[in-house]
Nanobody
């Protein structure tokens, strides 16, 4: 069983930045991703990175977020800049893409962390 532990969430003002981290007990070479879920909304993909390190982003990211990983530390990151209140959500790390459907579809990942809360407000 793969364990994923997220950290780095918090409260920030609009326009601010945060860095989320996710330590995995599984293979860092698995495809991994960040997803989020706001109250009353479905979980949605934010950014994913395949086994080769190629990233893919949701259209709403608009160049504000960067996904990366440190293989030596078994850690996945999400650097978020220019945050807005619309980015407020619980952010989840996921690992092991099943192969379908799209990598940005939450149904396609097998392992999940417990989440870290991001709140953007003035």
């Amino acid at each position: 069983q793969v364990q994923l532990v997220e950290s780095g969430g918090g409260s920030v003002q609009p326009g601010g930045s945060l860095r989320l981290s996710c330590v995995t007990s599984g293979y860092i070479t698995y495809a991994m991703g960040w997803f989020r879920q706001a109250p009353g909304k479905e979980r949605e993909g934010v950014a994913v990175i395949d086994g080769g390190g190629k990233p893919k982003y949701a259209t709403f990211v608009k160049g504000r977020f960067t996904i990366s990983k440190d293989n030596a530390k078994n850690t996945l990151y999400l650097d978020m800049d220019s945050l807005s209140p619309e980015d407020t959500a619980m952010y989840y790390c996921a690992s092991f893409w099943r192969g379908s459907p799209s990598m940005l579809d939450p149904r396609s990942f097998k392992y999940w962390g417990q989440g870290t809360q991001v709140t953007v407000s003035a």
